[in-house]
């Protein structure tokens, strides 16, 4: 089987007022149809980069990226976003958003209300049908956003830190919730976050990026059985040594920051 | 709750109370000459007079050749007036406002749009639309039609700025999740620009018809035989000071109807946002 997405050497350069900052640098993976991917690191790291090129948001400087086979040349539904600040149209009920991409595609009334309803129940959202983004809590804000991208029906499924913005309680809630809905829908996912029990939590296999610039650290895979236990001794064993990984990167975005601050 | 509204309504009459107090007794006590200033009363019973029909019924009715009771009831000066003010402000809002929003969600979306007609517009936009009054009487003439192009020229740039830059300031986020789920051309321009540009729309057409109330009087002075701007200037040529400020008040109470009007349609367009309770 062919991978499901391929990136292939793919850099990101970012010329701005005579400075010039690397933020990918020959970066290249392949990911197969189904897997759930961590992109873990810390900021500046260009892992949510790397997922703007891949959304087709925007594109990399060299190199490409395939879905399919297809190079990406542009957003589409084909690969759903969720994004850390959910990204609702506040001037749209909870059901107008989630059947906003089907009524572009140009499906029809009745069906788009059916399907609303299905992914409101996945969702348990029923209840929030006709309310606005604003009378919704951070939680319920991102299931709307999750079940929106849903409704695209695809195949690939890209989130930026999406539980980044929402209390310890509420983030276990959704992980276990897109856990469920991942092992029943059978997407390929890409999840950006800086996280460490977060990417261990959800991930199939983990990519440690490093800061600028952005280049893969290390790509390990998870074989914890699911649901994973956050307290079991291999769990933290696998925390304490991307801890070590992730600090080194954090350290060198920290003592960059003193650097430049030095310089003005 | 109840009670609290209660409290509050009572609180503000507080002062216009102790005001109209004040100004009775000033008026009683005869030191200022009424002619100058006349009492509350005075003006009270001026603007009742002012209200009711000039005739009555039987001579009304001769008068017009027929007609019923509540259209004898609403043939007041008063009514007339206010009425006559309110059509010039309706109909040069929409002239105005009509013609600013198409040209400002253009300028406001494209920048060529933007590069060809801003400079004229940054160089008509400091002229008030008073100074367009000789040129109106020449171009119009008198009457309504004057009247209605220096409202409409009031209320269009107010609308015109705040909608380009209401369509400018639209968040990035939402177009780049609208363009995720496949929205482009005119969906993205309805579905997501046009709504996220509302709010400072909205602002902009409550200016903008705040300034046609102002230039509706000043107009009627000048150009036009009725309505509340013309009344107050006639009142004064008759010395008929309790006149004039009944017709102000009129213009006070039609102002703060309309701008409770806007508010309300305001609250219901923007029933999804964030920063109203209601």
């Known amino acids: 089987m062919t991978a499901h997405i391929v990136i292939d050497n793919v850099s ?10 690397v933020a990918l640098q020959d970066i290249s993976l392949e990911i197969p149809h189904g897997q759930f991917v961590c992109l873990l690191g810390p900021s500046g790291c260009g892992k949510s980069t790397l997922l703007n090129a891949i959304a087709g948001f925007a594109p990399p400087t060299s190199g490409r990226v395939l879905a399919d ?11 759903g976003m969720v994004f850390q600040e959910y990204a609702l149209f506040p001037w749209m009920t909870v ?6 991409g089907l009524e572009i595609k140009g499906m029809a009334r009745a069906q788009i209300a059916a399907r609303v309803g299905e992914l409101l129940k996945l969702l348990s959202l029923e209840d929030f049908a006709k309310r606005y983004p604003k009378d919704l809590s951070g939680g319920m804000r991102q299931r709307v956003a999750i079940a929106r991208v849903l409704a695209l029906d695809s195949p690939i499924l890209l989130m930026d830190e999406p539980f980044g913005a929402l209390d310890a309680l509420t983030r276990r809630n959704l992980q276990d919730e897109l856990l469920r809905l991942w092992a029943e829908l059978k997407k390929t996912v890409i999840f950006v976050t800086h996280s460490i029990e977060e990417a261990i939590y959800l991930a199939d296999r983990i990519v440690v990026m490093t800061y600028r610039p952005g280049t893969i650290k290390r790509d390990i895979l998870v074989d914890l059985p699911r649901l994973r236990d956050p307290a079991a001794p291999e769990f933290n064993a ?9 600090m080194e990167e954090q350290q060198r975005h920290h003592d960059a920051e003193i650097k430049a601050a030095a310089v003005d | 709750m109840v009670k609290r509204r209660w409290q509050d309504i009572a609180i503000g009459l507080v002062v216009p109370v102790v005001a109209i107090a004040i100004w009775q007794w000033v008026a ?9 200033l006349p009492s509350p009363l ?4 001026k603007w009742v007079a002012y209200l009711l029909p000039l005739q009555d019924f039987a001579t009304w009715r001769e008068a017009n050749g027929g007609g019923g009771k509540l259209a004898w009831m609403v043939s007041g000066e008063l009514i007339t007036d206010a009425l006559g003010s309110l059509y010039r402000v309706v109909v040069g809002f929409l002239v105005g406002a009509g013609l600013a929003l198409p040209i400002g969600l253009s300028m406001g979306a494209s920048r060529v749009a933007y590069a060809w007609l801003n400079p004229l517009f940054q160089l008509l936009r400091p002229i008030p639309p008073i100074a367009y009054i000789p040129l109106s009487i020449l171009w119009f003439g008198l009457g309504n039609p004057p009247a209605i192009f220096l409202i409409a020229l009031g209320a269009f740039f107010p609308v015109l700025m705040n909608t380009i830059a209401g369509v400018r300031q639209v968040d990035g986020i939402y177009l780049r999740a609208a363009r995720n789920l496949g929205a482009s051309g005119p969906t993205m321009f309805l579905r997501v620009i046009l709504p996220a540009a509302v709010p400072y729309i909205l602002t902009g057409m409550r200016i903008g018809i705040g300034t046609a109330f102002i230039v509706v009087i000043v107009s009627e002075m000048i150009a036009v035989n009725n309505g509340l701007g013309f009344r107050i200037l006639e009142a004064r040529e008759y010395f008929w000071s309790d006149k004039i400020i009944a017709g102000m008040i009129t213009i006070g109470l039609l102002g703060l109807a309309i701008d409770a009007g806007m508010n309300k349609l305001n609250n219901y367009l923007l029933r999804w946002h964030r920063g109203l309770e209601h």
């Open chain 1, 12 to 21: 990101k350069v970012f010329d701005g007022d005579g400075r010039r900052m």
């Open chain 1, 69 to 79: 086979g297809v190079p990406v040349a542009g957003p589409g539904p084909e690969r």
């Open chain 1, 95 to 100: 059901e107008q958003n989630v059947g906003f």
């Open chain 1, 238 to 246: 696998l925390k304490r040594e991307l801890g070590l990984m992730v």
């Open chain 2, 28 to 36: 009683s006590m005869g030191w200022v000459n009424e002619n100058i």
């Open chain 2, 42 to 45: 005075q003006v009270w019973r």
